[in-house]
């Protein structure tokens, strides 16, 4: 299965990134992500700490919001604060709310007397959904807001960087694995067979660091194609707080990567063995492997086969990376 976009040379040149991560789209993707058992540890804690009122305000949200995070168009509009974001899905046309309902419906979400309420123009409906949104947003999105924005901007630096190495096309092609371009048209592994042509209207990248399924991606109403994407770094490596100056030299590497993922990389100096790198961090193979394979993604580690083993080594981009590290921890510590 593949998802396909087809580039025009117009549709290149308008391609950019959103100026930010959005409310509403974030609390989306956090309903979607608490329906993913086993998904990612981070958010088997948050769904324990919620307790009882704040199940109770996501709850009506999981009616709408599949576990893909393939939700309704109308739900989550890009805004630059919740007000904003609310404004925008109060002002939602029957016309789209009924074609998105039946959209979710038809691939496969029950039919509940809140979307018939929604459907319907139901007021008590509709302040019921709003509701919803506002608590919801309290209990998912507040708290992390301050690392969602760090994962969100961590990820636009990256992919600056590798725009500036391997071009817009290998840029694009490398922001989720098994990505490739096939003429004009970049084909990204997914579970269903998709298609857009996007005949001038561009792609807007959306990269999301609590995300963690496949790339989402729907028209805006302006024609472009939004695409939302796992961030090079989760949420759940993020490190709380920025690195303070004069903080070790691997600090600016994990404030990008998470600790987890720079020493990953720090270790692949000395190409080690999938098997080395669980051993030397304390971690499952299977853990390690999916850090090394976050790194290669990123262009920072390339994976060679020596007999039954798997061997990593640092890439040129990774050493200048780690390079740049250090002289930053020696510009911040002072003599």
Known sequence: MVLRIHFTAEDLLGTRFADGPAPLLEVE????????????????????????????????LTELVPVTGAGPFFLD????????????????TNTLVRSELSRICR???????????????DRQAWRYLET?????????????????????????AWRGQVQREQGLRGMLAGLYPGSRWRGSTLEIAVARELDFRLEGGGVLLLPSAQWTGEPLCGPLPDGVLLLVYPALTPLSHLPEE??????????????????????????????PTTSQLAGELGISVASASEHARALRRAGLV????AGRAVRHSCTPLGHRLLAAAVTAHRATSGP
């Open 77 to 92: 509009p890009l805004s630059v604060d919740l007000e904003q974001g609310l404004e925008l899905v109060r002002s939602s």
């Open 302 to 305: 390339s994976t060679v086969r």
């Open 132 to 156: 919803s949104l506002r608590a919801s947003h309290a209990a998912l999105i507040d708290a992390v807001w301050p690392r969602l924005r760090t994962g969100f901007d961590t990820d636009l």
């Open 29 to 60: 993707l956090a309903v979607a992500m608490l329906q993913r058992p086993g998904a990612d540890p981070a958010f088997a804690r948050r769904n324990r700490m919620l307790g009882s009122t704040g199940a109770r305000s996501v709850s009506p």
């Open 242 to 271: 920025a690195p303070a100056p004069g903080a070790a030299p691997d600090e600016p590497v994990a404030a990008l990567l998470g600790r987890t993922r720079s020493a990953v990389l720090r270790l692949t100096l000395r190409e």
């Open 107 to 121: 691939n496969g979400l029950p039919v509940t007397p809140l979307m018939r309420g929604l459907a319907n123009e």
